[in-house]
């Protein structure tokens, strides 16, 4: 294929997703009960921020992720969403200002682009493209990429697959383990449930002390997610996999072009808001809060959920069952 510089925003056409949860009564009333807790910790709805803090909790996938990383434990699930929201308050990743973090993108260091087999965004870090020093405003670049990779996923997918390249790394260039250490509490505690894969590849003997450093601090289904030189194109499309691995996409980075894709695809404002949210009013907000157990997965011919209104492409696709597994969708 020819050098381009088109981010790949949609999965390949054909692609598979899920498989798709599915709960029994007592996993359906542990749900239930885990958003009836969360609702009683909502800010009142006079502060600015309680738009965006229904919004999280309305998207269906955020009270599942909260019950399964607590392996259905009721006093768990409510501790661990708890100290989420409490997280939100303070570092507000939904409202991170576009022009904040820019600077962090310049060499491509952190990009998304592509997706896995699985329809889950890829998330491509290179640590030996580190432009700045170490400061607070790294971390909320990782965060802004966050989040914007689960803006983009496909409707049913609750996951994403972050690939380290350490092509290039140096001792100097290398994000220090107590940054390690703060960035993997985030991942952990705050986005749970939301790692698919980790990929790490060309991992030189000189910085292997550096994943010993942190492995004290991996929970084992971090650990159990982590994959070292895989053979990529079993995880990952021939046309959406960077030529830099051996894929067909010969993906150029021009930082202007990629941070204006992102943010359009995305929807997000200059002030970190959405083109399409907040609602005209809080009630109109507040009426969008269905119980968990009857959340549906979107598909494009459905009504969108209000969160996913601003994923432009995704919303142009066509979502059908797989008839092999009932539990799967096929984006075509």
């Known amino acids: 294929m020819a050098p381009t510089t088109k981010v790949l925003t949609t999965p390949e056409p054909g692609t598979?997703?899920?498989?798709?949860?599915?709960?029994?009564d007592d996993q359906k009333a542990?749900?239930?009960q885990l958003r009836e807790y969360a609702d009683t910790l909502l800010l009142p709805p006079t502060d600015d921020y309680y738009p965006w803090e229904v919004r999280w909790l309305n998207k269906p996938d955020t009270i599942p992720r909260y019950m399964r990383s607590a392996k259905w434990d009721l006093a768990d699930g409510k501790k661990r969403i708890k100290a989420t929201l409490e997280w939100r308050r303070e570092f507000k990743p939904d409202l991170i200002r576009p022009d904040e973090v820019k600077i962090e993108s310049e060499t491509g260091k952190i990009i998304i682009n592509g997706f896995d087999r699985d329809g889950r965004p890829i998330i491509y870090m290179r640590p030996g493209r580190e432009n700045t020093e170490t400061s607070p405003r790294q971390l909320k670049h990782l965060v802004w990429c966050l989040e914007r990779a689960k803006?983009?996923?496909?409707?049913?997918?609750?996951?994403?697959v972050i690939i380290v390249d350490y092509k290039s790394t140096t001792l100097r260039t290398n994000p220090s383990i107590s940054v390690a250490r703060k960035v993997l509490h985030i991942l952990q505690q705050h986005y749970v449930e939301t790692l698919g894969r980790a990929i790490?590849?060309?991992l030189p003997m000189l910085l292997s002390f550096f994943y010993k450093g942190i492995s004290p601090f991996l929970d084992p289904v971090t650990r159990d997610k982590m994959r070292f030189n895989p053979d990529l194109f079993e995880l990952i499309p021939h046309s959406h996999l960077d030529a830099d691995f051996g894929g067909e996409h010969e993906y150029e980075f021009e930082p202007e072009s990629y941070w204006d894709q992102i943010v359009t695809a995305c929807g997000v404002t200059p002030e970190g808001t959405r083109v399409d949210f907040p609602p005209a009013t809080l009630e109109q907000e507040k009426s969008l809060n269905t119980s968990i157990?009857?959340?549906?997965?979107?598909?494009?011919?459905?009504?969108?959920?209000?969160?996913?209104?601003?994923?432009?492409?995704?919303?142009?696709?066509?979502?059908e069952a797989d008839e092999s597994n009932p539990g799967r969708q096929i984006i075509s």
Do not use: W
């Not at 496909?154 to 996951?159: D, Y």
């Open 16 to 24: 598979v997703i899920g498989p798709k949860h599915e709960y029994s």
């Open 30 to 32: 542990k749900l239930a």
């Open 151 to 160: 803006d983009l996923m496909p409707p049913g997918q609750e996951s994403l």
């Open 200 to 202: 790490v590849v060309n």
């Open 293 to 319: 157990s009857e959340v549906p997965i979107t598909t494009a011919a459905d009504e969108p959920l209000p969160e996913d209104k601003n994923r432009v492409d995704v919303s142009l696709m066509s979502v």
